[in-house]
């Protein structure tokens, strides 16, 4: 066993992260096992299992399967950092979102709030594809069976962890073993087009680093079956670009309907208008406005 400690800005919130990874029991790339997160990645060619908790002022990093050497240990350091967002400073946003009557609210409520990452681009990009015009828990269903039928796995106190399937792995894939998973026929060749733009190399986490967000969402655009609100979305949840806005959203449409009292839902143009104030901060007042509406539909159910 391992201890890694990574010392955590004042504005992070553990608790709200957990409440993040608890999105969906049929989530399969974390484990929540009360105060803690069981997560699976691969470091140097060898499946690493480890846990992260939160200590006073930081995160324990406790390693439950797997030998780390220094170097490996700082991959794993590097990973959390990044997955738990931390490296983000949020004063900025803060000082901003408080003169905001849609904001201010959520930014006090939600205090600590922080984008959890899919650090791997094909994860992220397939997320967002599974996700597309289904609801939520469909979508966890799909990937759920995906994960299952095709991702590494291994074994830890009689419970199964799983790595998201690789691209070189999909590639190589048929539709119909993706329909037998109820994919759409059209899900299923844009996963199997996605992973084979990976391993072609048309498309890949460093050929995307340093670009702006701009030249980012055209590379993505490039390969079919990745629209305006897909790229946004994985450039937000993978490059932490905190300009990369999800403006088709319906989820997000739904928020500012709730918090404005409105009838309808705003239109675009609307939406546009709303987050001018936010300009450079889209990704954050998104995912503060999504919290609130997670809020809001648990708030209905009772």
């Known amino acids: 066993m391992t201890l890694i400690r990574l010392p955590v800005p004042?504005?992070?919130?553990?608790?709200?992260?957990?409440?993040?990874?608890?999105r969906s029991p049929k989530e399969l790339l974390h484990r929540l096992e009360h105060d803690k997160v069981l997560k699976l990645m691969q470091v140097e060619g060898k499946?690493?299992?480890?846990?992260?908790?939160?200590?006073?002022g930081s995160l324990n990093i406790d390693i439950l399967q797997g030998d780390l050497?220094?170097?490996?240990?700082?991959?794993?350091?590097?990973?959390?950092?990044?997955?738990?967002?931390l490296e983000t400073d949020l004063r900025p946003f803060y000082k901003?979102?408080?003169?905001?009557?849609?904001l201010r609210d959520l930014?006090?409520?939600?205090?600590?709030?922080?984008?959890?990452?899919?650090?791997?681009?094909f994860e992220s990009l397939i997320w967002a594809v599974l996700g597309q015009q289904i609801n939520l828990s469909f979508a966890y269903s799909l990937k759920q069976r995906f994960v299952e039928q095709f991702g590494q796995t291994i074994e830890h106190e009689?419970?199964?962890?799983?790595?998201?399937p690789s691209a070189a792995k999909v590639s190589t894939l048929a539709p119909e073993q993706l329909l037998l998973l109820q994919f759409s026929r059209q899900k299923a060749l844009y996963t199997i087009g996605i992973a084979q733009a990976f391993v072609e190399g048309r498309i890949s986490k460093d050929k995307l680093s340093g670009m702006t967000l701009q030249e980012a969402k055209e590379e993505l655009i490039r390969i079919k079956g990745i629209g305006n609100w897909t790229a946004n979305y994985a450039l937000m949840k993978t490059f932490r670009y905190p300009d990369a806005f999800p403006l088709e959203d319906a989820g997000l449409h739904n928020a500012i309907k709730n918090l404005m009292g409105l009838n309808s839902k705003p239109d675009v143009n609307r939406i546009k208008k709303?987050?001018?104030?936010?300009?450079?901060?889209?990704?954050?007042?998104?995912?503060?406005?999504?919290?609130?509406?997670?809020d809001f539909i648990s708030s209905s159910k009772k």
Do not use: C
């Open 47 to 56: 499946l690493i299992l480890f846990t992260v908790m939160s200590g006073k």
């Open 158 to 164: 009689n419970q199964k962890h799983y790595l998201f």
């Open 96 to 102: 901003l979102a408080r003169k905001d009557t849609l």
């Open 10 to 22: 004042e504005e992070f919130s553990f608790d709200l992260s957990l409440q993040f990874l608890r």
């Open 274 to 294: 709303i987050f001018k104030p936010y300009k450079g901060w889209e990704a954050y007042a998104t995912l503060y406005l999504w919290k609130s509406l997670e």
């Open 69 to 85: 050497n220094p170097t490996g240990r700082e991959i794993v350091r590097s990973y959390v950092r990044e997955w738990f967002d």
């Open 107 to 121: 930014v006090r409520k939600y205090r600590g709030y922080r984008i959890i990452g899919q650090l791997d681009l």
